[in-house]
């Protein structure tokens, strides 16, 4: 079958799904070939709706519910001749005669349609376990425009004055943020130890802390068992060890897993996590049949095996590559980085490429470094500090992943980072990069040069660095462990068995430090503890210097000290700028903060 325009029998596309995936291909598919037959059955009501928005909806942050309806069936055939078929399920593939079973549910009749080439979209929906009460009335899931319905229709209804959330993906904390904002009294359960497994640990606290402060409840590697009735009527959740939260509603938001029913029915090749597995033509084993989005299992580009990656700009691309391969070009979907970010509150957490855990999992050899640059010149009003992770392979430089927690400027870090490593660009590359500089944006030293020329000292083999969680196996009778922090920073908290010489003493007080040891210096940050490494390994010692300083540590070692340095600030920086209108409200604010 021809694909090219103007062949004799116009070509019959039946897509399934018809939000991102399906929608982008549905486009595409038109604006190639005028005269093929697209068919788009979608299950719901709506298609191509702004899923990634409807939390904002729920919470009011988007007040009209008609903004997340990007296309209605009637604009979408209008614009692109696409024959919408919406409340129409399709139930089957027959492979054999290349046709699906689809069920109307407007009418409740079946029928088939054939197709000649058929792309399956169906997206993920949200992981459901069997746990008693899940189905009441008050535990909600998100993922459709009429989930989001059904939860606002509650909020206004019943007025629920304290909600459960379950789950601290992305959903879940976007539905715990937005709950919060409506003045519920929210807590978050995890199963795990931390929320958002793409972090690491270690970033993850950031979030852990930040959601603290602006009042919520976390209960981190607590498992939900069930949901039941309270004596006095209200909802209980039941956590394993028989503790129960009572509350007025929950949500659960546990993970979403691909909806390979059909394909597995037809006896497509589906991989370990139970998605699609297609080819890089997005082919499944049936070549006739393409999978795109949520359905099928992505090739990490970092760590070289498949993964399930949920994300809306990976559907879109594949769906426009789909309709291309159909369409008889040439394409090829090497894989994905898993770039992604989320807000929380004022705090923005943002990920590209892989991350420690995984890299360790996967024995790949890995260096990191952590940086906290400014979000841009300090000197310019606004200035928030950020946490910025990199990794990078010890050998050559390469980068292999990135983690920003801040409240200002980490997109713009992490699209530029997500760039480098897709262009598989090394750490020696960042610095050189020329990015976009006045006062207001960034500093004549962007953050991303910055975490460069850190990275490139170390593979250069300048400062030789350790890391926080290295410190217990680090410490013995060899080593000094040093704090440059001024007298004042190191009275309010320091690591255990420190001493303290601050930076600017230190070329009048170095004769104070054994000599024969192995040099364990930090600060906060790691910047003054460089400095003093560069110092006094002139001077004839052997330095490391503890990447990411006194912050990373605290992050790394919660209990040792339940709050990290200077995340309070970076409130107090943003109430200065947003809240203070005089600079005499500013002195007062800064004042308490020091
Ligand atoms: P979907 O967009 O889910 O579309 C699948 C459609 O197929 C559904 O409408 C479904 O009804 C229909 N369908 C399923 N089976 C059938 C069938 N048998 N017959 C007919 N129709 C069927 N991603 C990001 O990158 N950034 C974000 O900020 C973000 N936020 C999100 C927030 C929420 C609340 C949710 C739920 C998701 C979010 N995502 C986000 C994920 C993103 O929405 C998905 O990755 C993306 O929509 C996947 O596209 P898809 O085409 O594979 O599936």
Redesign the pocket.
Same mark, same amino acid.
């Given at each position: 079958m021809s694909m090219n325009s103007g062949s004799q029998h116009p070509a019959t596309i039946v897509i &399934?799904?018809?939000?991102?995936?399906?929608? *982008?291909c549905a486009a595409r598919m038109r604006r190639l070939h005028e005269d093929a037959q697209i068919i788009m059955?979608?299950?719901?009501e709506?298609?191509s709706?702004a $899923?990634?928005?409807?939390?904002y909806y729920l919470s009011g942050e988007i007040q009209e519910r008609r903004k997340l309806l990007i296309q209605t069936p009637e604009r979408f055939n209008a614009r692109f001749n696409v024959d919408v078929r919406i409340k *129409?399920?399709?139930?089957a593939i027959h492979r054999a005669t290349k046709s699906v079973e &689809?069920l109307d549910h407007k009418t409740g009749q079946q029928y088939r349609q054939h197709y000649d080439k058929l792309v399956l $979209?169906?997206?993920?929906?949200?992981v459901r376990p069997p746990l008693p009460g899940i189905d009441g009335e008050r535990v909600f899931f998100?993922?459709?425009i009429e989930d989001?319905d059904r939860i606002k229709a509650y909020v206004q209804d019943a007025y629920p004055r304290s909600a459960v959330v379950v789950g601290g993906g992305?959903?879940g904390l976007?539905?715990a943020e937005g709950l919060r904002n409506l003045g519920l009294d929210v807590t978050l359960v995890e199963m795990a130890g931390q929320v958002m497994l793409q972090l690491d640990e270690e970033l993850a606290e950031f979030v852990h802390q930040h959601m603290k402060l602006k009042g919520m409840k976390l209960l981190l590697g607590r498992r939900v068992e069930g949901f039941g009735d309270a004596p006095d009527g209200r909802l209980a959740v039941t956590l394993q060890g028989g503790q129960e939260l009572i509350c007025d509603m929950a949500v659960c938001a546990i993970g979403?897993k691909p909806?390979a029913?059909?394909a597995r029915e037809a006896g497509l090749e589906l991989g370990p996590h139970g998605a699609v597995i297609v080819n890089r033509q997005l082919q499944t084993s049936d070549p006739d049949i393409y999978a795109?989005?949520?359905?099928?299992e992505t090739h990490d580009l970092i760590a070289g095996v498949m993964r399930h990656m949920?994300?809306?700009?990976?559907?879109?691309k594949q769906?426009r590559l789909a309709a291309d391969h159909i369409a008889g070009r040439q394409i090829a979907f090497d894989g994905a980085l898993g770039t *992604?970010?989320?807000r929380i509150f004022d705090l923005v957490v943002a990920g590209t490429g892989a991350n420690e855990k995984t890299l360790r999992g996967s024995n790949v050899a890995h260096e990191k470094s952590y940086t906290h640059p400014a979000s841009h010149a300090g000197y310019f009003p606004g200035a928030v500090p950020m946490v910025m992770k990199l990794l990078f392979s010890p050998d050559d430089g390469r980068i292999l992943g990135a983690q920003i927690v801040g409240v200002d400027g980490v997109d713009k870090r992490i699209d530029v980072l997500a760039t480098a490593t897709y262009a598989g660009l090394t750490v020696h590359d960042l610095p050189k990069l020329e990015l976009a500089y006045a006062p207001q944006f960034g500093s004549a030293k962007d953050a991303v040069n910055i975490a460069g020329y850190v990275a490139d000292n170390v593979v250069e083999g300048d400062v030789e660095l350790f890391h926080a969680d290295e410190l217990p196996a680090l410490i013995d009778n060899d080593t000094f462990l040093l704090d440059v922090r001024t007298a004042g920073e190191f009275d309010r908290g320091h690591i255990n068995g420190a001493a303290n010489i601050p930076i600017d003493n230190l070329r009048d007080r170095w004769q104070e430090i054994p000599t024969g040891k192995l040099l364990l210096v930090y600060c906060l940050t790691g910047i003054r503890s460089y400095l003093a490494c560069r110092i006094l390994r002139q001077k004839g010692f052997r330095t490391r210097n503890m990447s990411g300083g006194y912050v990373i540590y605290c992050a790394m070692n919660p209990l040792e000290c339940p709050e990290i340095p200077g995340l309070r600030r970076w409130q107090r920086l943003l109430a200065l700028e947003t809240f203070c209108s005089t600079p005499e409200e500013r002195k007062t604010l800064r004042r308490t903060d020091e």
């Open positions: &399934v799904g018809g939000v991102a995936g399906g929608a *982008s059955f979608e299950r719901g709506h298609i709706f $899923s990634c928005g409807i939390s *129409s399920e399709v139930i &689809v $979209s169906p997206g993920a929906a949200p998100l993922r459709s989001a992305f959903i976007e539905m979403v909806e029913a059909l795109i989005g949520d359905v099928t949920p994300l809306a700009g990976i559907a879109n769906g *992604s970010i989320v």
